[in-house]
């Protein structure tokens, strides 16, 4: 590739809605571009690391036995009627209708679907085992889009589906596919651990996630370094007290210190500052003092406009075990003041909050209610280290060592799903009896766009992101100084670029004629691993700057011995 006819859009400073480095990353280095809440355009460069993600997610699944096919995007409601998923899945099912007013699901996964093709495709025990996977858009209209490519509405997701005839075969195929999948994450080379989703109480073997590890994760995992014992936390939390614990009484949360009343309210419920939003009833504590009330959050008079305000329609909400909103009146003092917001704000909040559907702030303008303010379940995950039982330096459960915790990022998920969809649309098989039997299913999925998202996380530095070879967007760069003025310059760097080609390297060649320090600026936020300097001076010696995108220095390499150093 010659990046002057590739498309190169780098930005200084990120968009001040990225909150986390990788999202800001990905938007700096140009390689998404938002068009809606959590839907984005893949840039030239970002579809470059996702072509790369998905050809070795086919060539894994492949090797393991799956059969790729392709299902549709836009799926009849009467299938998802059918498993009772239409109803059960709520506002992150996607419907749409055609122009007769038929419904129809944005697939958020395919088990309808899948599930439908085996019932009609599928007649005899002698077909079986069988794996179908695609790799596909998905949507989900998720509560809190955010984190660019991490929890995106719209994103590509691999989804693999077994079916065997007994729950032994599962079992097997459910192996085949756990251990494809240690091989992908390996590829990919990312540092990864593989966890128990379900509480072990019966073999432990019913469900694993895959988490690419990073201290900014979203879940906690419970490992043994001296054993093979693993766990996501609530899986592990179930296990410790006999089945799933009974959550504490309440969340807390706490603000950077040094903020404005507002702010910290912002930061608070995890919401933008907005003028328009009128309202939002709290349980804050400060300075050892809980007070229940409701406040005036006004972004455009910060401070004294936070104060107990009556909103008649939030009185049905239930803030607290102690109080309702209607009580809550009672016991504040008219205003904010105790609070002084160079002290951090903690709320506290029940966790049937937590639990409750959006939240609805009041607003002084008509379409303007905020309804994401909400620390329900997004907001829940980062805050169960609160909550937890275990704790690192217990006892691991298999008694071989004690137990760590550290932070992921799910991009994997392997499920045992038995017969539950099989039976809800009829897909039998007919066994050597000729006798009609369910087909015992599992489900196999990867993020294959948080991918992305996940593997910055976990690699980066102040310049910009590292990528692993195997998923970079190129995997090394040329950068020739003064292409145009020096002949000497141009020759090697197109017999390099060429040499390079051949050996199967994926290299870009930068003749966009920049001055070196905005050329390299850019590849070292892209995150190109691995990169050669051709200038006449080093010629003239015989010798090319190598640079590693993680070492500190260049090392000189004779022109004749590069691609051999390369390879
Ligand atoms: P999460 O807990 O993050 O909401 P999930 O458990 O709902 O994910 P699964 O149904 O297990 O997701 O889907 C399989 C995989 O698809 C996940 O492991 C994850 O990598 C990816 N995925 C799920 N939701 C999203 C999303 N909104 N954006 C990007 N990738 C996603
Ligand atoms: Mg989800
Ligand atoms: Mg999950
Ligand atoms: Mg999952």
């Given at each position: ?21 990788s999202?800001?990353?990905m ?23 996702i ?5 070795i ?27 009772g ?11 749409v209708?055609d122009?007769h ?23 005899s ?8 996977y ?9 509560r ?5 490519l991490m ?5 590509t997701?691999?989804d ?9 075969g ?11 999948y240690?091989k992908?994450?390996t ?18 073997t ?23 014992y ?8 179930a296990?410790?007290?006999g089945?799933r614990?009974a959550p ?33 009833a709290?349980?804050?504590e400060?300075?050892?003092k809980?007070?229940?009330?409701l406040l ?8 004294n406009e936070?104060k ?7 009185k ?5 075990t102690?109080?309702?909103i ?8 008219g ?18 909050v ?7 702030c ?10 994401g303010?909400?620390?329900g ?10 909550l ?8 691991s459960?298999?008694?071989k ?19 539950a ?42 310049k ?12 090394l760069v ?6 145009d ?16 080609q ?27 691993p691995?990169r050669i ?6 010629l ?12 500190e ?15």
């Amino acid at each position: 590739m010659r990046a002057s006819r590739f498309f190169i859009s780098t930005l200084k400073e990120a968009p001040s809605d990225a909150e986390i480095v990788s999202h800001q990353l990905m938007m700096r280095a140009g390689m998404i571009k938002r068009l809606g809440s959590g839907i984005y355009t893949y840039m030239p460069t970002g579809l470059r690391i996702i072509r790369k993600v998905e050809n070795i997610i086919r060539e894994e699944m492949n090797k393991a036995g799956a059969i790729e096919l392709l299902m549709p995007l836009v799926q009849p409601a009467e299938l998802w009627q059918e498993t009772g998923r239409w109803d059960k899945m709520g506002p992150e099912l996607m419907r749409v209708k055609d122009r007769h007013g038929r419904e129809f699901a944005i697939q958020p996964t395919s088990e309808e679907v899948v599930t439908d093709v085996v019932r009609s495709e599928l007649k005899s025990y002698r077909q079986l085992p069988i794996n179908f996977y695609h790799i596909q858009t998905k949507f989900r209209d998720e509560r809190r889009p955010r984190f660019g490519l991490m929890r995106g509405r719209e994103f590509t997701m691999k989804d693999a589906y077994s079916f065997d005839r007994d729950v032994e075969g599962m079992q097997k195929s459910y192996a085949t596919m756990f251990e494809a999948y240690t091989k992908i994450f390996t590829r990919f080379g990312l540092k990864f651990r593989a966890v128990a989703a379900d509480n072990g109480a019966i073999g432990g073997t019913g469900s694993h996630e895959f988490h690419v590890i990073a201290s900014t994760g979203e879940d906690a995992l419970v490992y043994c370094p001296t054993s093979s014992y693993a766990a996501n936390i609530e899986a592990a939390e179930a296990l410790a007290s006999g089945e799933r614990a009974a959550p504490t009484q309440e969340l807390t949360k706490t603000s950077t210190p040094g903020k404005t009343k507002c702010e910290a309210v912002a930061e608070l419920l995890d919401i933008p500052l907005q003028h328009h939003v009128k309202s939002i009833a709290l349980t804050v504590e400060a300075e050892g003092k809980k007070t229940y009330f409701l406040l005036l959050l006004r972004a455009d008079h910060e401070l004294n406009e936070i104060k107990v305000n009556k909103v008649p329609g939030l009185k049905e909400f239930r803030f607290s075990t102690e109080a309702e909103i209607g009580e809550a009146y009672g016991t504040v003092p008219g205003y904010l003041g105790p609070i002084n917001t160079k002290l951090p704000v903690t709320v506290v909040a029940d966790r049937t909050v937590a639990n409750m559907a959006d939240f609805v702030c009041g607003a002084n303008e008509a379409d303007y209610h905020y309804v994401g303010a909400n620390w329900g379940r997004d907001c829940a995950e980062p805050l169960v280290a609160d909550l937890r039982n275990v704790v690192e330096g217990d006892p691991s459960p298999d008694g071989k060592g004690v137990l760590a915790i550290e932070r992921g990022i799910e991009v994997g998920h392997v499920f045992q799903l038995g017969t539950a969809y099989s039976e809800a649309m009829g897909a039998t098989f007919l066994d050597e009896a000729g006798k009609p039997a369910p087909l015992q299913m599992g489900c196999y999925g990867i993020g294959v766009t948080r991918i992305l998202g996940a593997a910055i996380e976990q690699n980066f530095d102040d310049k910009g992101i590292v990528w692993p070879d195997a998923i970079a967007p190129f995997e090394l760069v040329l950068c020739p100084m003064g292409l145009d003025r020096s002949e000497m310059v141009r020759e090697h760097t197109e017999q390099l670029y060429a040499d390079l080609q051949a050996a199967g390297i994926d290299v870009i060649v930068d003749d966009r004629g920049l001055r070196p320090g905005a050329m390299f600026a850019d590849w070292e936020l892209i995150g190109v691993p691995h990169r050669i300097v051709i200038g006449e001076r080093g010629l003239k010696e015989g010798n090319l700057e190598y640079q590693g995108r993680r070492d500190e220095a260049a090392t000189s390499v004779p022109v004749d011995g590069m691609v051999a150093f390369i390879k």
